[in-house]
């Protein structure tokens, strides 16, 4: 005789397993949704907080301009949205508005990165890019692992990504500002825009800010193992 | 919206952990009757009279096992039992090479009776010696297999209980030395624990080859041993499990086995067990979900039959992952060259998966470690932290769909499988 107790105890036990496993993975995608919110929060503070700077600029001098200047977190914020974007469990929702805001910060800071280049008359240092999440881009995968390359390589160069195909009016002013075709991974160096994927040499070469800032890093290493 | 994979990987992953519960819960339950168990071989061995022991006989069946027979032997006849109860039949089924010569020394032993005959399957070879058996009870015991001295003492006392019908021992690993090996010791003290649950249960599906004693009777009630899809011990217990013939599980008795020690002799065997199980259980489909049949009908037979489709199906999903991975990897390569300095140095809690899935396999793997424990306890006596214990975590979960998806594929094909 079977005794249908038992089976209905383990399967209350494995209920209450399963049940635990998933309120314990949503309150610690929340916490990680939050947390991303905060960098957020902290990007848009930065970004307020050098535009005053900079509107302070006239009266004074570009070399009053420090090293902390623009905000140091927009590239570990969009890692962390990307690795958001590209895992099961987070509010697709929750995900798509935080991606909103981090294109906003991102062209924001890209204004402000270009005034600051005009203004002070120095080597722009920022790459504008566009993937595509819509169809599948291997070459977008690939681009994103050189651009990340160059990102640890260069610590002060800038990569503006945006996805192509993002319902968001100001992604899609970019677009047209710089007449962008719909032949991606595309970038935007020095207003010129570059099709397909491109290695971390052929980026070296044709981005003068980034030879700059190559010699820049050879000379302090070597003037580092001289000392 | 929850894709059909993730669904399945779900309910998968929600059988396993159920099982997982299932054995804990029958571990609680049985602790008191194991204890009992070991007293009752305790007075049985303190108390016994000779004139008591019911007489046994053991079957070997051989075929070209002239390396191990003699061995085999030997732990019979140090077996701790009245010699005047105990007698021994070996049947050569057609040996080729010099099996014969080696066991006809025993020609002249007033325990051995013995047998030569043309090749026709093991089954045979043992009906052979069932049909000269005139003892109480009766087994059988592999070429390739070794009793210790007090395993029929610990098997014996078992059918006081006039219910009993047929016992089955423990069996462990005979002298592991490669890590495949290393492997299936920790498998086979897995399989002890499940074994000892089953009993409890009443549900083993499984009388094995190596020393499993049944009352006579039984075979000249329901019949000898059959072909039976290469598995005759499985159809033997389903049979009896059909007809509600008891039959349980001694712990204590353990009985070692020579076991495969490369990859295809492993996947070989394997696949026989899998594809005699599946195919036994086709014959015996009557009795899946059937209330008669208890633990039995209801539980044990689907899930085990379930379980091959999920594992299957488990590592699968695994399997792919990692390709994926593997092939992002690539991509990097291709893209960056090969660099030690892709991954940041620091550690963010944020990176780690922390998605349902990977919790409820995090807590599915601690439930298979603690189970692991209590059957290396149960099986060993302590626990022993081992090698064979990681290889069988990391290793041994992705090689057992290689034999179940090649059985399933021979079931389905109705390809016949090899001994050897």
């Given at each position: ?13 494995t ?37 005053t ?8 001098s ?7 200047f ?68 291997e070459?977008?995968?690939k ?35 710089y ?37 820049a ?11 | ?10 309910c ?29 071989i ?8 000779d ?22 032997v ?6 701790d ?68 001295p ?56 499984v ?43 001694s ?12 990859l ?38 689907p ?78 006596g ?39």
């Amino acid at each position: 005789m079977v005794d249908s107790r038992k089976y209905v105890f383990a399967f209350f036990i494995t209920a209450l397993i399963f049940g635990t496993a998933i309120y314990a993975s949503n309150k610690l995608t929340d916490k990680k949704i939050q947390d991303v919110r905060d960098i957020e929060a902290r990007v848009a503070a930065d970004i307020l907080s050098s535009e005053t700077q900079f509107a302070l600029l006239a009266e004074t001098s570009c070399r009053d301009i420090g090293p902390g200047f623009l905000s140091k977190e927009l590239g570990p914020l969009g890692e962390k949205l990307s690795y958001a974007d590209n895992s099961k469990g987070f509010n697709l929702e929750d995900v798509d508005s935080l991606k909103r805001s981090y294109f906003l910060l991102e062209i924001k800071d890209y204004l402000l990165m270009k005034r600051l280049t005009e203004k002070c008359n120095i080597k722009p240092t920022f790459i504008l890019y566009f993937y595509s999440t819509k169809d599948k881009c291997e070459d977008c995968e690939k681009m994103g692992y050189v651009l990340t390359a160059l990102r640890n390589k260069y610590p002060d160069l800038r990569v503006y990504s945006f996805d192509y195909d993002y319902d968001l009016g100001a992604i899609q002013t970019l677009t047209s500002i710089y007449k962008i075709k719909p032949q991606l991974p595309a970038l935007i160096v020095n207003g010129e825009p570059y099709y397909g994927f491109k290695t971390v040499d052929e980026l070296e070469t044709k981005v003068p800010a980034l030879k700059l800032l190559k010699t820049a890093t050879s000379t302090n290493a070597t003037t580092t193992l001289k000392r | 919206m929850v894709d059909v994979q993730t669904l399945i990987l779900y309910c998968s992953l929600f059988i396993s952990l159920f099982f997982e519960v299932f054995l804990l819960i029958t571990y609680l339950e049985v602790r008191g009757e194991i204890k009992r168990e070991d007293e009752m071989i305790k007075d049985f061995t303190n108390r016994r009279s000779d004139d008591l022991c019911p007489t046994v006989t053991v079957i070997v069946p051989v075929l070209n096992e002239e390396k191990t027979v003699l061995d085999t032997v030997d732990s019979l006849l140090n077996l701790d039992y009245p010699m005047d109860r105990l007698s021994y039949i070996i049947v050569d089924d057609g040996s080729t090479d010099s099996t014969w010569n080696v066991i006809s020394k025993y020609q002249d032993h007033p325990q051995f009776k013995i047998f030569k005959k043309e090749n026709g399957g093991k089954h045979t070879a043992v009906n052979l010696g069932l049909e000269n058996v005139t003892s109480e009870l009766v087994g059988c015991l592999d070429a390739d297999s070794f009793v210790t001295p007090e395993a029929l003492k610990k098997i014996v006392p078992y059918f006081n209980d006039a219910s009993v019908m047929a016992v089955t021992p423990s069996i462990k690993v005979h002298e592991p030395k490669n890590f495949l090996q290393y492997i299936q010791k920790t498998e086979y003290s897995w399989s002890i624990f499940l074994r000892r649950m089953l009993s409890s249960m009443g549900a083993l599906y499984v009388t094995p080859g190596p020393f499993s004693i049944f009352r006579t009777k039984v075979f000249r009630e329901l019949g000898n041993y059959k072909y039976a899809h290469m598995t005759e011990d499985m159809e033997m217990a389903m049979r009896m499990q059909k007809n509600r013939y008891k039959i349980v599980n001694s712990h204590g008795a353990h009985v070692y086995t020579v076991t495969p020690h490369n990859l295809k002799g492993l996947v070989k065997q394997r696949t026989r067990w899998t594809y005699g199980f599946l195919n036994n259980a086709l014959d015996y489909k009557a009795l899946f979900f059937n209330k008669n049949y208890g633990h039995f009908g209801m539980f044990i037979m689907p899930i085990a039959t379930i379980s091959i489709f999920s594992s299957i199906f488990m590592v699968g999903s695994v399997l792919s992952g990692w390709i994926s991975r593997a092939m992002q990897v690539l991509n990097r390569i291709q893209a960056v060259g090969f660099t030690w300095k892709w991954s940041t140095p620091s550690f963010d809690w944020y990176f780690l998966n922390t998605g349902v899935l990977s919790l409820i396999i995090v807590i599915a793997v601690a439930l298979t470690l603690f189970i692991l424990y209590l059957s290396i306890k149960l099986a060993d006596g302590k626990f022993k932290l081992h090698r064979g214990i990681l290889y069988y975590l990391f290793i041994y979960t992705l090689l057992v769909p290689l034999w179940l998806s090649k059985a399933l594929f021979d079931t389905v094909f109705k390809r016949k499988v090899s001994w050897r």
